[in-house]
């Protein structure tokens, strides 16, 4: 047992849980912003365009009554538009951050030349062409 709570421990501590924990919590707080912005602000737009028609609201009765059960596609429309958003927003964000922290790889300074007399690759120190015996300018 003790054996199994040391090994829950490391599990727990190691950095990629505790990232995971922190993407999984911003996410939640994440998604509740980009709801109340398709609830808020986008729906309302959509609703003025297609003339006052409220999306939520849409649905169709399976039976008769008033526990009948409902068809509400204009819920699902609604969460069409949440998932694309929010794809749109995480896309940015990540664009953004692979653009932020791309290494920009610096070529290494070169090690060789050509000789202008045999077109031989050489050192780049060389004072003399090792193939064709030439004198090079330094």
Do not use: W
Not at 47 to 55: K, N
């Amino acid at each position: 047992m003790k054996n199994f709570i040391k090994e829950f421990k490391e599990f727990i501590s190691k950095g990629n849980v505790m990232d995971m924990a922190v993407g999984v919590i911003i996410g939640g707080a994440f998604t509740a912003i980009v709801t109340s912005l398709v609830d808020d602000i986008i729906m309302p737009l959509i609703s003025l365009l297609t003339g006052g028609m409220d999306f939520s609201g849409l649905s169709i009765a399976l039976g008769t009554g008033e526990g009948a059960a409902t068809f509400n596609y204009g819920a699902f429309i609604t969460a069409v538009i949440n998932f694309l958003l929010i794809a749109l927003v995480i896309f940015s964000v990540i664009k953004a951050m692979n653009k932020f922290n791309k290494k920009k790889e610096e070529e290494p300074d070169p090690t060789t030349k050509k000789c202008p007399f045999c077109q031989s690759d050489i050192d780049i120190k060389a004072t003399r062409c090792p193939h064709c015996t030439s004198e090079l300018e330094k």
